[in-house]
């Protein structure tokens, strides 16, 4: 009698480690499209160092002000939507995701929270936290400050540090921890809790006085990131000279 037994069969299968094309080293998590020009130059200098960047949006920014053609509401979170897209992936930025927040115009945290489906969202961005495995996150003050204290900016904080607490934790949201173990469970997840290492506040404040340009930057990642033309640019490009890395 014969038993054959290939070598390949008696090889413990290997099992499937998770997707390094979405590993992070940073994620930014902000409210708005174009709310993350409020950190790039340091996103800028990460990037040069060969950094990984994530950038997560609350909403897609349906309220805002159109100034390059008529689309207006839901229309207008369309072109955000892709204008953030390109302008991200001009810099080599792909992983970019967008919550189902909606644009909340208050400055009450607790309105933009119960108008984002507070638990969906954060279930959304733990989600997003346990599949890019970032070491630090930035965010949003969650709270007022000097200038500006938009509600949805405060939400994104808000959210990013519940993520932060909770996406380590294998408790909180189990069925994106398990893993199917049989044909037709495919609403199992199967990620891992990851637990981020740092994470960092910046302001919307825009009080010259206060936070005031130490450097002009003219460089390669500073020129393509004003691409945009339905935000307000010269708000950006404002924001880009008024905001250095002295915030963190
Ligand atoms: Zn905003």
């Not at 609350?58 to 159109?66: A, D, W």
Request: charged content about 25%; proline content about 4%; aromatic content about 8%.
């Amino acid at each position: 009698m014969l038993l054959c037994v290939s070598a390949s069969a008696q090889e413990p299968k290997a099992l499937p480690q998770a997707d390094e094309r979405y590993k992070a080293d940073i994620l930014v998590m902000v409210a708005h499209p174009d709310d993350e020009a409020a950190v790039t130059p340091y996103v800028a200098r990460a990037l040069d160092e060969h950094k990984r960047i994530a950038v997560v949006f609350g909403t897609r920014g349906s309220s805002g002000s159109n100034e390059a053609g008529a689309e207006q509401a839901a229309a207008l979170g369309a072109v955000r939507e892709i204008e953030a897209r390109n302008a991200l992936t001009t810099l080599g930025i792909t992983s970019v995701w967008f919550l189902s927040g909606k644009d909340t115009a208050s400055q009450n945290v607790l309105q933009s929270l119960a108008n984002w489906d507070h638990g969906e969202t954060l279930e959304q961005l733990v989600r997003l936290v346990r599949l890019t495995r970032p070491e630090v996150i930035l965010t949003f003050l969650p709270g007022t400050f000097i200038g500006e204290d938009h509600g949805d900016h405060q939400a994104s904080g808000v959210l990013a540090t519940e993520a932060f607490d909770l996406a380590g934790n294998p408790a909180v949201f189990p069925e994106q921890i398990a893993g199917p173990m049989k044909r037709l469970e495919p609403l199992l997840e199967n990620l891992r809790p990851w637990q981020v290492k740092k994470i960092y506040y910046f302001a919307d404040a825009e009080r010259e006085d206060i936070f005031r340009a130490s450097a002009d930057r003219k460089d390669g990642h500073f020129r393509r990131w004003v691409g945009r033309r339905s935000a307000l640019r010269a708000r950006q490009v404002r924001g880009w000279r008024q905001r250095d890395r002295r915030h963190f």
